[in-house]
């Protein structure tokens, strides 16, 4: 089969467990249309390529400074600041950089590349049962090249596995509900005035397509990232219990407590995190937020 479209990733992670049935290779693809104020990977938000500088992995020697040959590149104390409009993304800073301090985020590869690479891990996928989950960022933000790597796995017998927030036409979700083999999407919140203010974009087409995947009997995975402060009201919780009792009775539902493992990526970044003060939540958060959700006919996983 012949790879026309090309898709752009910025990592792929071997040996995930969490991210569909069985041992499974995951790629993550670079560019989402949200902008989630506890993004655990905001290296994946944009989807232009990006340098990276991870502080805690430079010596301050000023190579790269040096290497660089549109002078974006300058030492700032202890900082190495990049001057966007200068940056070309060439790669040669991080080709001389002896500590991998520095760096580029997003490849462009062809769907039969990134399957070459990925099928490294096929004796893992066949002992385990499992495949190849593709998140992101947003999957369904680059539907040609999805479609493609998806056709491509199937033709290979190979189980494939979407995280998606859904932010997506509808004919980007139709494609996955016909091609992949497993679906697990998030919703992050019910009201629409909420939602936008924790993610930046409107959650009506979430919802409407959350909904079309709900009733196709397709057993998605959905996904509730309970976050303090921000989505774990009662009225969110009984709101988001409604809507699945409506729209999927008896679907799988994950309470994914908040973390701050990204939160070091902000600083390669050279941004600021926006809940620096938001507390993971406690087990009784947790359990109170389960107890709620469990008065409705779903099955609660957490």
Sequence with gaps: MKSSARGRIF????????????IRTTVFMKGCPARCLWCCSPESQSFEAQIVWKEGLCSRCGRCVRQCPNGALSLDGRSVIVEA??????????????GNAIGICGQDVTPLELLETASRDL?????????????GGEALAQPLFLREFLELCRSRSIHTAI????????????????????????????????????????????????????????????????????????????????????NGP???????????????MYGALGREYALPDTPVPSKAEIDRAAAILGRYPINIIS
Aim: proline fraction near 6%.
């Design 123 to 135: 004796p893992f996928w066949r002992r385990s049962g499992g495949g190849v989950t593709v998140s």
């Design 163 to 246: 995280e998606t927030c859904l932010c997506a036409d509808r004919s980007a979700v139709a494609m996955i509900s016909e091609l992949a083999d497993f679906i697990q999407f998030d919703i992050k919140a019910m009201s629409p005035v909420l939602h936008r203010r924790l993610t930046s974009v409107d959650n009506g087409r979430i919802l409407q397509n959350a909904s079309f995947l709900l009733k196709q009997n397709l057993a998605p995975l959905v996904r509730f990232p309970l976050v303090p402060g921000c989505n774990d009201d009662e009225g969110e919780l009984n709101a988001l219990g409604e809507f699945l009792a409506e």
């Design 11 to 22: 990592k792929i992670a071997r040996y995930a467990i969490h991210d569909g049935p069985g």
């Design 250 to 264: 008896g679907s799988a539902l994950e309470i994914l407590p908040y973390h701050r493992l990204g939160v070091g």
């Design 85 to 98: 409009r200068r940056c070309t993304i060439c790669g040669e800073c991080s080709s001389v950089c002896p």
